[in-house]
């Protein structure tokens, strides 16, 4: 499921980075990496505020949407 369906204050593990080449480093170097664990903080009109390697990092609706996590 994309991290926009992910429940809020739950670890999920992230499962895979979709997009393009260019979106997919962006997202790597912002510790969104295949194996690791996300945590949503808080969802605003679909864009969302999460935890990821100890940090807390806004993300965009599109942006999320291309984040796949297992529950």
Known sequence: MPLTMAPRGEDVEIIKIGGSPKTKQHLENMGFVSGGFVK???DIGGNMIVNVKETRVAVS???ALKIMVSA
Request: aromatic share 0%.
């Open 40 to 42: 949503v903080i808080s």
């Open 61 to 63: 609706k599109e942006m």
